[in-house]
């Protein structure tokens, strides 16, 4: 009689050993309940289980020719994909002096031979209760783990979406386009990648995590123009004194507006802190002339360091309401010029080794393009 639930495969067990009157014994107690698989030597044994067909349960002989007992269970322990498969050793009276070694080796339980029928199916049925029991922690913890995986890709996938549309927002203000976005970020990243092994900026770009949330908080830069005004920000001529001091708060409204996102989560988040210093303070210059603190050199951090080569660079290439277009090497020409000036030199020093790869982010992602 099969005693595995209907409509389910029975379980396998794998009898090793080198004697024919105990694998005929073994497989026809056995053989009702499970499918049963016979070796009746060490080789055969690791044959088998390097098959496709792996069994649930292996009674194996201590005592044969050749590769021996402990061996063959050592062997099946080193392999990742018969690891988990229960081993119980059969073992002569008077040989058992050695079952620490089995145990070391990796059995799960002994049966001394001579062969009780009565102790050979409870033992091979107790473990294989275990055996489904920890197959099934494991499929289930998978299945966890691929669901926790699509989650938080899911979440992933709608904070960046949320984040451009609210930075797309921004920029379509001042008559922008979205690509303006693609670039900038890009530009980010490329130019922390490049620095990322520069002695001064290693430990905070520390690794591929950090580069990144660069990249996905770059957009956010200009998120203050919300609050800035049409006939300002939309003004072909140049603005007067007054309204450029109006202008300039636009790094504060967006450094205010993510701050008040900060205070709605339980604890201090990476992302908004990049983002924060960002919009803050990526109109600052190294040499102190920039707003809204005049923070100078060192003081200002490397985020928004990075973001004013980019954002600069953009604008340069870029048609706005009061200047055409300049060509990548007036712009490479004039963030040249800026170096210790308005921008970090080392961070000039790292744009200018790579200025190509700025030219083929900006072709790609050009006005106008998908």
Same mark, same amino acid.
């Given at each position: 009689?099969?005693?595995?639930?209907?409509?389910?495969?029975?379980?396998?067990?794998?009898?090793?050993?080198?004697?024919?009157?105990?694998?005929?014994?073994?497989?026809?107690?056995?053989?009702?309940?499970?499918?049963?698989?016979?070796?009746?030597?060490?080789?055969?044994?690791?044959?088998?289980?390097?098959?496709?067909?792996?069994?649930?349960?292996?009674?194996?002989?201590?005592?044969?020719?050749?590769?021996?007992?402990?061996?063959?269970?050592?062997?099946?322990?080193?392999?990742?994909?018969?690891?988990?498969?229960?081993?119980?050793?059969?073992?002569?009276?008077?040989?058992?002096?050695?079952?620490?070694?089995?145990?070391?080796?990796?059995?799960?339980?002994?049966?001394?031979?001579?062969?009780?029928?009565?102790?050979?199916?409870?033992?091979?049925?107790?473990?294989?209760?275990?055996?489904?029991?920890?197959?099934?922690?494991?499929?289930?913890?998978?299945?966890?783990?691929?669901?926790?995986?699509?989650?938080?890709?899911?979440?992933? @996938?709608?904070?960046?979406?949320?984040?451009?549309?609210?930075?797309?927002?921004?920029?379509?203000?001042?008559?922008?386009?979205?690509?303006?976005?693609? %670039?900038?970020?890009?530009? @980010? %990243?490329?130019?922390?990648?490049?620095?990322?092994?520069?002695?001064?900026?290693?430990?905070?770009?520390?690794?591929?995590?950090?580069?990144?949330?660069?990249?996905?908080?770059?957009?956010?830069?200009?998120?203050?123009?919300?609050?800035?005004?049409?006939?300002?920000?939309?003004?072909?001529?140049?603005?007067?004194?007054?309204?450029?001091?109006?202008?300039?708060?636009?790094?504060?409204?967006?450094?205010?507006?993510?701050?008040?996102?900060?205070?709605?989560?339980?604890?201090?988040?990476?992302?908004?802190?990049?983002?924060?210093?960002?919009?803050?303070?990526?109109?600052?210059?190294?040499?102190?002339?920039?707003?809204?603190?005049?923070?100078?050199?060192?003081?200002?951090?490397?985020?928004?360091?990075?973001?004013?080569?980019?954002?600069?660079?953009?604008?340069?290439?870029?048609?706005?309401?009061?200047?055409?277009?300049?060509?990548?090497?007036?712009?490479?020409?004039?963030?040249?010029?800026?170096?210790?000036?308005?921008?970090?030199?080392?961070?000039?020093?790292?744009?200018?080794?790579?200025?190509?790869?700025?030219?083929?982010?900006?072709?790609?992602?050009?006005?106008?393009?998908?």
């Amino acid at each position: 009689m099969n005693t595995s639930p209907e409509g389910t495969s029975p379980q396998t067990v794998l009898i090793v050993d080198d004697t024919p009157e105990n694998l005929t014994l073994l497989h026809g107690l056995l053989k009702d309940r499970y499918r049963v698989l016979i070796a009746n030597n060490g080789e055969r044994a690791l044959q088998i289980t390097a098959g496709n067909t792996l069994p649930d349960l292996i009674l194996l002989d201590v005592m044969m020719p050749g590769i021996g007992g402990f061996d063959v269970c050592r062997q099946i322990k080193a392999d990742h994909r018969t690891a988990n498969i229960p081993v119980i050793f059969l073992t002569a009276m008077g040989e058992n002096e050695n079952e620490q070694e089995g145990f070391d080796a990796g059995a799960v339980d002994y049966i001394i031979k001579p062969i009780s029928p009565p102790i050979v199916l409870a033992r091979v049925k107790t473990h294989m209760k275990l055996k489904a029991a920890v197959d099934f922690l494991e499929d289930k913890a998978a299945y966890l783990q691929h669901e926790v995986e699509h989650r938080t890709h899911e979440v992933q @996938v709608i904070q960046d979406v949320t984040i451009m549309a609210l930075a797309s927002l921004a920029e379509t203000r001042d008559n922008e386009t979205g690509n303006h976005i693609r %670039r900038t970020q890009n530009y @980010v %990243r490329l130019l922390a990648a490049k620095l990322r092994q520069h002695p001064k900026y290693r430990a905070v770009l520390d690794d591929d995590n950090t580069i990144q949330m660069l990249y996905k908080s770059a957009p956010l830069h200009d998120i203050g123009k919300v609050g800035i005004p049409d006939r300002i920000l939309l003004k072909p001529g140049p603005l007067t004194e007054e309204e450029f001091e109006l202008m300039k708060t636009h790094t504060t409204l967006g450094r205010d507006t993510i701050v008040a996102a900060e205070k709605l989560i339980d604890a201090p988040s990476s992302f908004l802190k990049l983002a924060r210093e960002i919009a803050y303070s990526h109109q600052e210059k190294w040499n102190g002339s920039g707003y809204p603190e005049g923070m100078a050199g060192n003081d200002i951090p490397v985020s928004a360091r990075l973001m004013a080569v980019g954002d600069v660079y953009d604008a340069l290439i870029s048609r706005r309401v009061y200047k055409p277009p300049f060509s990548h090497d007036k712009a490479v020409e004039i963030i040249r010029e800026g170096r210790g000036h308005h921008f970090d030199p080392d961070m000039v020093d790292a744009f200018l080794q790579i200025a190509g790869e700025f030219k083929a982010v900006a072709a790609r992602y050009a006005d106008g393009a998908e």
